[in-house]
């Protein structure tokens, strides 16, 4: 069964940081580019960020230089980290493969995600 549990959220003011954190079931992700995808209210989702498994690293225009992501194969696991962080970066964010996973009869994968709250 696949599972991917986003986790380290919260509510932080301007100029704060956070550390997210994606933990993926099996090796869900094993040899795929792994990437963050933001959502904020009224918006769709876009990606932040990515990193290829030999870690090529993509990042949007409006995060370079501010959020750095990164991998641990062994963990299965994908971080964010997000400093200097700016009320328009407010968004539930999401783990995924890019492209996201798909699975025939069942579509698009997407876990829960985790919010990201920031305070003017």
């Known amino acids: 069964q696949v599972q991917v549990v986003e986790s380290g959220g919260g509510l932080v003011q301007a100029g704060g940081s956070l550390r997210l954190s994606c933990a993926a079931s099996?090796?869900?992700?094993?040899?795929?580019?792994m990437a963050w995808y933001g959502q904020a209210p009224g918006k769709p989702r876009d990606l932040v960020a990515s990193i290829a498994s030999g870690g090529r690293l993509n990042y949007a225009d409006s995060v370079k230089g501010r959020f750095t992501i990164s991998r641990d194969n062994a963990k299965n696991t994908v971080y964010l980290q997000m400093n200097s962080l700016k009320p328009e970066d407010t968004a539930v964010y999401y783990c995924?493969?890019?492209?996201?996973?798909?699975?025939?009869?069942?579509?698009?994968?997407w876990g829960q995600g985790t919010q990201v709250t920031v305070s003017s």
């Open positions: 099996g090796s869900i992700f094993s040899g795929k580019t």
């Open positions: 995924n493969a890019d492209p996201p996973l798909f699975f025939p009869g069942r579509g698009t994968y």
